[in-house]
T-cell receptor
């Protein structure tokens, strides 16, 4: 298995632009998580999907952030408009099962820089 | 889980020594405690986890202990090697809000 796949690996954009991050979970996994990692705030859960349905989006910072999971093998995280404070590494993770008690496998991350 | 405190934030040891990282949590309903290792520029990877019905778990040079009464759990690495150098994150989940909450991480440096 290729593991969790994320694209792009690096993204540099200007403030105000739309950014779309993509994730393909491990085949057969039915839970998907989006995390943001910064030096100041550490690893933060943004949103959790189970069977393609958003279960917990309490970590989504504000309306500029949105996430979708149209099918079991694809999810997107969109930031519109982007701001410099959104600069971070965004990780997607997947697991088999429900809830937070199963092993989460992380993707390689997308390093986002908003100028 | 709501809050996870992780200590120390940095730890430097000599190769062959042991390293211990401790975490405390506040949600008494939490019942899942994984530890992740993140090398520089890489993704976090699970190295060991423990559930609330077990007090200790060991995997070769790595062990985790859990004290539910005191609400703390620890990672123990014995016979450390330079390749153990990384940031280690504790996490807790399965609690009142079913969220996996991560500690701030410990930068472990193993000096040859």
């Amino acid at each position: 298995d290729a593991g969790v796949i994320q694209s792009p690996r690096h993204e540099v954009t200007e403030m105000g632009q739309e950014v779309t991050l993509r994730c393909k979970p491990i085949s057969g996994h039915n839970s998907l998580f989006w995390y943001r990692q910064t030096m100041m705030r550490g690893l933060e859960l943004l949103i959790y999907f189970n069977n393609n349905v958003p279960i917990d989006d309490s970590g989504m910072p504000e309306d500029r952030f949105s996430a979708k999971m149209p099918n079991a093998s694809f999810s997107t995280l969109k930031i519109q408009p982007s701001e410099p404070r959104d600069s971070a590494v965004y990780f997607c993770a997947s697991s088999f099962g429900t809830g937070y008690q199963e092993t989460q496998y992380f993707g390689p991350g997308t390093r986002l820089l908003v100028l | 889980g709501e809050n996870v405190e992780q200590h120390p934030s940095t730890l430097s040891v000599q190769e062959g020594d042991s390293a211990v990282i401790k975490c405390t949590y506040s949600d008494s309903a939490s019942n899942y405690f994984p530890w992740y290792k993140q090398e520089l520029g890489k993704r976090p990877q699970l190295i060991i986890d423990i559930r609330s019905n077990v007090g200790e778990k060991k995997d070769q040079r790595i062990a985790v202990t859990l004290n539910k009464t005191a609400k703390h759990f620890s990672l123990h690495i014995t016979e450390t090697q330079p390749e153990d150098s990384a940031v280690y994150f504790c996490a807790e989940g399965g609690g009142s809000n079913y969220k996996l909450t991560f500690g701030k991480g410990t930068l472990l440096t193993v000096n040859p």
